[in-house]
């Protein structure tokens, strides 16, 4: 079975505060009189669902066409970290995280927030430093969470971003994680192939493994 775990691109929805919000603008309709109907796209590359390449916080980082897919399809871990207010180094090793993962997506209290919220949240869960230090660690190259940003908003400097960026790991941002059970997965994360890009917008499953 496969579980769609991307977020809607719609108007209104949440955007981290000084991105480009997401705008789906009419071009041509078929009940104005075009031959056919047809849309612009206006967008930042952190829009809704979406990949952080290392480049973003790293300028010796891959950019988004420098990443192979292979990196973003394969067997996964969604832990359930409900409850807590950040993501810290102790709440993952508590986790029960199966120490051969490479891909973790971290199920928290935001998934609660898609479609009830069109405003970003300034208050939503994000890992600490130690945490991204942890992740850094035990090798995990995909890390993924269930809102706009790993890090935690207001912080007086990127840290998190930082750490994983400067050690070339994947961040997937914007997951909805409703509704699916801490356990093995395989995940399927295919972003638009933009050349020379810092992030790209993604679609993103899980395929339930028998």
Sequence with gaps: MLIDISVPLRQPMPTYPGDAPFELIPVARIAEGAIANGSQLRLGTHSGTHIDAPWHFDDAGKRVHEIPLARLVGYAYVAD???????TADALENARIPPTITRLLLRTDNSALWGRETEFNKAHVALTPDAAEWIVRRAIDVIG???????LYGASKPEVHHILCGAGKIIIEGLNLSGVEAGAYELLCLPLLIEGADGAPARVALRTLR
């Design 81 to 87: 970290l409900r409850g807590l207010p950040q993501i």
């Design 145 to 151: 969470i269930d809102y706009l940003s790993v890090e």
